[in-house]
């Protein structure tokens, strides 16, 4: 196999590993991205149910290996990026975890990727500190007990700036090798092992690759079994189909599941679509108590405790009042689903915002006395077809309009290296980026996709209309480079929403 090339010297230790690692798991991983396919048409035909090859792991008793004593208390994560300020203030925020997110809410870039290890690398020692333009020099606390977590890109996703005869290497690969060389001797040391979140796994054999790899880096490094500890972010309905099976095959690193309700309600659309299906309604009324989220919300909890890990609430990407005694109603709404989570017996949760932090903790705190929930056992029956029942309302100019400024703010944003932005309240990421591109899209596609008040058709021309009129309002007062990448955001998104088929993530 030819050596590792790259615009950055990885070091030989990272060459090394990420070499091994391709010569061990590529193959497979690539197999497994073709087998996604079948899986996805059993689903589209109707065939939506558990494997019947699998039923022995759901209906047997068996618990994943204990939790470390370090990792028995979670109560509220904190959800961000992987730059400098992002860690330190993730880390002196006071919460549980810090995860930092390499894909949703990290730039695609090389350069903010490798950016975003070497930052890691000193995260993981609590050595980072920043120059704010007010309050002077900001440093990690250096006895901060809050736990650093990191969320890798998924098995589909390529690094195409490490080269391996002369193709792009698995990007999943290349950042465990970067975190297994620079930051787990660290992290094993100061908070009892590396933890993981995991996103876009897909079943129980994609959920086999990663144990299999942890395995190998355990090994490779030395450490102890069970040393990586990953939490599964189930956001596809084949995974949440499987959640009993995804954590048998991680066994001996499993933490947990959570779920990313953007994601989950997206790969939704792509599955069940077509001119008469009836559609979803505006993105905002998409909430917890949605059906298909109750649902999966419950199975989660059942699943996680019968099986001895953490169930962890959905993210909030909900952001603080502004102005001080104004709280709108999705704030009120997003401490109602953190206290309804903690009734329900979540062992924590996920929020986005420093100053959400502790809003959220109260809200456990009320209803989580000891350090997690595993002892509560639910049983509520849920059943294949309750994870697939679509959400009902009506969709509104106003929604229309915000689903569409979303799409091109978050574009053009992603262009210029930043990985998230702030619209109407609240931080959108990729996952909300690919969750308002398919709504458009259905939309325009379906015969349903009409505004509820006006009877006005979502078609082609409408979206034309609104979709440049709104970009020239957004960005009518940007320099000549943002006017551009605005021309462009506008025609990729007419492009895919456009399309015959659902749009896929674009490269942004």
């Known amino acids: 196999m030819s050596e590792v090339t790259t615009e950055r010297t990885l070091g030989p230790r990272v060459q090394d590993l ?129 736990r650093l977590m990191v969320a890798p890109r998924p098995l589909h996703v390529l690094e195409t700036s490490v080269l391996v005869a002369d193709e792009p290497v698995p990007a999943a690969l290349f950042d465990m090798a970067m975190l297994a060389v620079h930051c787990a001797p660290a992290l094993i040391e100061r908070q009892g092992g590396l933890y993981l979140y995991l996103r876009d796994v897909q079943g129980h054999l994609e959920a086999r690759l990663w144990a299999q790899l942890f395995d190998e880096l355990e090994q490779h490094l030395g450490m102890q079994r069970g040393s990586i500890r990953a939490t599964v972010m189930i956001d596809s309905i084949a995974g949440a189909l499987e959640a009993d099976e995804i954590l048998f095959e991680l066994m001996h690193h499993a933490a947990g599941l959570s779920m990313d309700p953007q994601g989950y309600a997206a790969d939704h659309i792509s599955l069940f679509r077509g001119a008469e299906v009836p559609v979803f309604p505006d993105r905002e009324t998409i909430g917890l108590n949605a059906p298909f989220l109750r649902a999966l919300g419950l199975h989660t909890i059942g699943i996680c405790h019968r099986r001895g890990c953490h169930a962890i609430g959905a993210p909030s990407f909900v952001l603080p009042p502004r102005e001080v005694g104004r709280v709108k109603a999705d704030y009120l709404e997003m401490l109602a689903d953190k206290d ?132 020239d309002k957004m960005f009518t007062d940007g320099d000549a480079r943002t006017k551009g990448l605005a021309a462009q955001a506008v025609s990729l998104t007419l492009d895919l929403v456009f399309a015959h088929e659902v749009p896929l993530e674009p490269q942004a």
């Not at 109560?75 to 002196?92: A, P």
Request: glycine content about 6%; overall charge positive; charged content about 30%.
């Open 18 to 146: 990420l070499n091994d690692l391709l010569q061990r798991f590529d193959k497979r991983r690539q197999e497994l991205m073709l087998l996604r396919e079948p899986r996805r048409d059993r689903l589209m035909n109707g065939e939506v149910d558990h494997l019947p090859d699998t039923v022995h792991v759901r209906t047997t008793e068996w618990r994943v290996d204990p939790l470390p004593e370090a990792l028995q208390e979670r109560r509220v994560e904190l959800l961000g990026g992987c730059t400098r300020s992002e860690l330190i203030n993730g880390l002196n925020a006071g919460a549980k975890s810090y995860i930092a997110d390499l894909w949703n809410l990290t730039a695609g870039d090389a350069w903010s990727v490798v950016r975003a290890h070497r930052v890691l690398e000193r995260a993981a020692r609590l050595e980072l500190a920043y120059l704010d333009p007010n309050e002077g020099r900001i440093r990690a606390n250096p006895k901060s007990p809050t």
């Open 340 to 471: 309804r989570e903690s009734t329900d017996g979540y062992d924590g949760t996920i929020v986005v915002h420093e100053d959400t932090v502790n809003p959220a903790m109260v809200e456990f705190n009320k209803n989580m006395a000891r350090a997690n929930q595993l002892f509560y056992q639910r049983n509520d029956g849920i059943k294949p077809v309750d994870l697939i029942t679509r959400p009902e309302g009506s969709i509104t100019v106003e929604s229309l309009v915000s689903t569409i400024r979303t799409v091109l703010r978050v574009l053009v944003y992603r262009w210029q290296g930043n990985a998230w932005v702030v619209q109407g309240g609240r931080l959108h990421d990729r996952s909300s980026l690919r969750l308002a591109l398919r709504l458009l899209w259905q939309w325009n596609h379906a015969k349903q996709g009409i505004i509820t008040a006006t009877k006005l058709d979502i078609h082609e021309d409408l979206l034309r209309y609104l979709v440049r009129k709104e970009a």
